[in-house]
């Protein structure tokens, strides 16, 4: 049976890795959600018309759209 | 017998203890240094700033074709670069190389473990890499002669010790970027098999990945059983945020298509959004009539829309920035899988445990 000091030396170097890693995420620079938001607005904006799926192109244009019938299963 | 506490043992056990109660205390003034400094940037929620945005108008998005052919339930999809062709894997072993425009089978590979729940095309178009329960995974090239036997030509990448949850190549066919449920995250190097790094840090089984836009630099980001969505630095192995809002398992996280957010589906059956620049949650995409669970979720191509995959059999589409459902779309017959939307965003793929693939559009 191990004595308690390996177990504890375990949970000690966990613990260090675990503010280690908080310490890398508290250090990060942040940027307030108006500012970020307005960006993610504006990305959709300029790439709205080439959006497929979003404007809905016409059959001729969407190789996925043929002009068939579709089929009633 | 436990052998006796010398006296050094004892003042060693007794400095341990202190250092760490000391780590301890030091890891929850920054866990709450970190809950305030993320709060301060909370000056505006993402649906107002979004407010003067025109609303969408009305959907129509039909099954445009079904690929029949697997024998069980369909566990993960990955289209071509060509915009064309896709890779889809099954609880039944099987591999699948289909031509979405015609429905065509163009390969088929049986793998030696059933439950293949990950698969994805090589950029170059020449190979697919998939793996699961046999916990690698490895890269199938494909050949123009239907004939030649591809299990021949395999090549075992990946090594877990635990399935293979989700796997990707890089932007070559050189490297591919694994999660496992052994927990840990892995990059490889084809050709060599070689282990280049790995990403230790989820407490749980890691369910998905997506690899950040090539514009975006190295980096990714991992979902997980552990309900924590992690954004990794594919050349340190470090993680550098992470968040854990979720109520339950991640099943699927996908960039926004400019690389400073990224959306995740979960068991708790919202999808959400999260700013990278920000470090927060800045959205949720949920209704009190949606109760099941999310397996997968992708963007359209300006990142207003995103499509979820859902438990129920159905396909919820949602306004990125307004927080709204726009549509629901029916069709499948058991849950939804997988869900990509293809290269040129022409389209969406579901792939679902009714043993189909749908193309809607």
Same mark, same amino acid.
């Given at each position: 049976?191990?004595?308690?000091?390996?177990?504890?030396?375990?949970?000690?170097?966990?613990?260090?890795?675990?503010?280690?890693?908080?310490?890398?995420?508290?250090?990060?620079?942040?940027?307030?959600?108006?500012?970020?938001?307005?960006?993610?607005?504006?990305?959709?904006?300029?790439?709205?018309?080439?959006?497929?799926?979003?404007?809905?192109?016409?059959?001729?244009?969407?190789?996925?759209?043929?002009?068939?019938?579709?089929?009633?299963? | 017998?436990?052998?006796?506490?010398?006296?050094?043992?004892?003042?060693?056990?007794?400095?341990?203890?202190?250092?760490?109660?000391?780590?301890?205390?030091?890891?929850?003034?920054?866990?709450?240094?970190?809950?305030?400094?993320?709060?301060?940037?909370?000056?505006?929620?993402?649906? /107002?700033?979004?407010?003067?945005?025109?609303?969408?108008? /009305?959907?129509?998005?039909?099954?445009?074709?079904?690929?029949?052919?697997?024998?069980?339930?369909?566990?993960?999809?990955?289209?071509?670069?060509?915009?064309?062709?896709?890779?889809?894997?099954?609880?039944?072993?099987?591999?699948?190389?289909?031509?979405?425009?015609?429905?065509?089978?163009?390969?088929?590979?049986?793998?030696?473990?059933?439950?293949?729940?990950?698969?994805?095309?090589?950029?170059?178009?020449?190979?697919?890499?998939?793996?699961?329960?046999?916990?690698?995974?490895?890269?199938?090239?494909?050949?123009?002669?239907?004939?030649?036997?591809?299990?021949?030509?395999?090549?075992?990448?990946?090594?877990?010790?635990?399935?293979?949850?989700?796997?990707?190549?890089?932007?070559?066919?050189?490297?591919?970027?694994?999660?496992?449920?052994?927990?840990?995250?892995?990059?490889?190097?084809?050709?060599?098999?070689?282990?280049?790094?790995?990403?230790?840090?989820?407490?749980?089984?890691?369910?998905?990945?997506?690899?950040?836009?090539?514009?975006?630099?190295?980096?990714?980001?991992?979902?997980?059983?552990?309900?924590?969505?992690?954004?990794?630095?594919?050349?340190?192995?470090?993680?550098?945020?992470?968040?854990?809002?979720?109520?339950?398992?991640?099943?699927?996280?996908?960039?926004?298509?400019?690389?400073?957010?990224?959306?995740?589906?979960?068991?708790?059956?919202?999808?959400?959004?999260?700013?990278?620049?920000?470090? *927060?949650?800045?959205?949720?995409?949920?209704?009190?009539?949606?109760?099941?669970?999310?397996?997968?979720?992708?963007?359209?191509?300006?990142? *207003?829309?995103?499509?979820?995959?859902?438990?129920?059999?159905?396909?919820?589409?949602?306004?990125?920035?307004?927080?709204?459902?726009?549509?629901?779309?029916?069709?499948?017959?058991?849950?939804?899988?997988?869900?990509?939307?293809?290269?040129?965003?022409?389209?969406?793929?579901?792939?679902?445990?009714?043993?189909?693939?749908?193309?809607?559009?």
């Amino acid at each position: 049976m191990m004595s308690g000091r390996t177990c504890s030396s375990g949970h000690v170097v966990q613990a260090q890795k675990l503010v280690d890693q908080l310490r890398v995420e508290a250090g990060m620079e942040r940027i307030k959600i108006s500012l970020t938001a307005a960006d993610l607005v504006r990305f959709c904006q300029d790439h709205r018309r080439s959006d497929p799926l979003l404007t809905g192109i016409s059959a001729s244009s969407n190789p996925f759209k043929d002009k068939k019938t579709c089929r009633l299963l | 017998m436990r052998s006796p506490l010398t006296p050094e043992m004892a003042t060693q056990e007794v400095q341990l203890n202190e250092t760490l109660a000391h780590l301890k205390t030091e890891s929850e003034t920054l866990k709450t240094k970190l809950e305030e400094e993320r709060a301060k940037l909370h000056d505006v929620e993402l649906h /107002q700033v979004a407010e003067k945005v025109e609303g969408l108008g /009305q959907f129509v998005m039909k099954t445009r074709r079904t690929l029949k052919g697997h024998g069980n339930k369909v566990l993960c999809m990955d289209w071509c670069k060509d915009k064309r062709r896709i890779v889809s894997s099954s609880q039944d072993g099987k591999v699948i190389v289909w031509d979405a425009f015609t429905t065509n089978k163009e390969h088929a590979v049986t793998m030696p473990c059933t439950w293949v729940m990950a698969c994805a095309y090589a950029p170059s178009g020449c190979a697919v890499a998939c793996g699961g329960l046999d916990n690698k995974c490895s890269v199938y090239p494909l050949s123009l002669d239907k004939n030649e036997n591809l299990a021949a030509k395999k090549k075992s990448v990946a090594m877990h010790t635990n399935y293979l949850s989700a796997c990707s190549f890089t932007n070559s066919d050189m490297q591919i970027l694994t999660s496992s449920g052994d927990g840990t995250c892995a990059l490889w190097d084809v050709e060599s098999g070689q282990l280049l790094q790995s990403f230790h840090g989820h407490a749980a089984d890691v369910l998905c990945l997506d690899l950040a836009p090539s514009e975006t630099g190295n980096t990714f980001v991992s979902g997980g059983c552990d309900k924590k969505a992690n954004v990794w630095d594919m050349r340190s192995g470090q993680c550098i945020q992470s968040f854990e809002t979720h109520e339950s398992d991640i099943n699927s996280v996908r960039y926004y298509p400019s690389g400073d957010a990224f959306a995740s589906g979960s068991d708790d059956a919202t999808c959400r959004l999260y700013d990278l620049r920000a470090d *927060r949650e800045v959205a949720i995409y949920s209704k009190e009539s949606i109760i099941f669970g999310v397996s997968s979720v992708d963007f359209s191509l300006s990142g *207003r829309l995103l499509f979820g995959g859902y438990n129920d059999y159905t396909i919820n589409v949602w306004d990125v920035l307004k927080g709204t459902r726009v549509s629901i779309l029916f069709g499948h017959e058991n849950r939804v899988s997988t869900l990509r939307v293809s290269p040129d965003g022409t389209a969406f793929c579901t792939g679902s445990w009714d043993h189909t693939l749908r193309i809607w559009a």
